[in-house]
T-cell receptor
């Protein structure tokens, strides 16, 4: 069974530029999550989708971050404009009804 | 911010030793998950716990869901070099939100 796919694996941008990350969850998983993991810390939830609806985006900095899952399958996370403190690994995860999360390899963002 | 207190933050042990780490919280959780993360990779699920008092093993790993539902423990027996990595606990409360601990960095000396 294919795992959670994410791209790009690495991205380097300058502050105030924009960036987008893509995620394709495990087939059949209705719930999709985006997490931000700053170096040395545990993952922090940014947004959770159930099919194509948002369940929780309370910790998403909505002035610069946006995410969508238009057809209830793959998802994109966008940052515009990026700040230095956005440097982190952005992890996508999906889960079946059991609630166990399965993570992708992550997209590492460096903002200069 | 983080609501799970995970300890220890790091451990440096000799190969063959047993390892214990734990997560505590002031909140009650319905599910506890334990993950391992290698450098440059996403977290990989090790063990999932769904009931208070539950004790579950996965090879040399054993995890327990605390009776109070506010804590969980992970034990690794007879550690080997490939156990090196960062171990995260994660707890799920009612409402489906999963919260992660700060991680325990494990280093194993051959």
């Amino acid at each position: 069974e294919a795992g959670v796919a994410q791209s790009p694996r690495y991205k380097i941008i300058e502050k105030r530029q924009s960036v987008a990350f893509w995620c394709n969850p495990i087939s059949g998983h209705a719930t999709l999550y985006w997490y931000q993991q700053i170096l040395g810390q545990g993952p922090k939830l940014l947004i959770q989708f159930q099919n194509n609806g948002v369940v929780d985006d309370s910790q998403l900095p909505k002035d610069r971050f946006s995410a969508e899952r238009l057809k209830g399958v793959d998802s994109t996370l966008k940052i515009q404009p990026a700040k230095l403190e956005d440097s982190a690994v952005y992890l996508c995860a999906s889960s079946p009804d059991t609630g166990e999360l399965f993570f992708g390899e992550g997209s590492r963002l460096t903002v200069l | 911010g983080q609501q799970l207190n995970q300890s220890p933050q790091s451990m440096f042990i000799q190969e063959g030793e047993d390892v214990s780490m734990n997560c505590t919280s002031s909140s009650i959780f319905n599910t506890w998950l334990w993950y391992k993360q290698d450098p440059g990779e996403g977290p990989v699920l090790l063990i999932a716990l769904y009931k208070a008092g539950e004790l579950t093993s996965n090879g040399r790993l054993t995890a327990q869901f605390g009776i109070t539902r506010k804590d969980s423990f992970l034990n690794i027996s007879a550690s080997i070099p490939s156990d090196v990595g960062i171990y995260f606990c994660a707890g799920r409360r009612a409402g489906n939100m999963l919260t992660f601990g700060g991680g325990t960095r494990l280093m194993v000396k051959p």
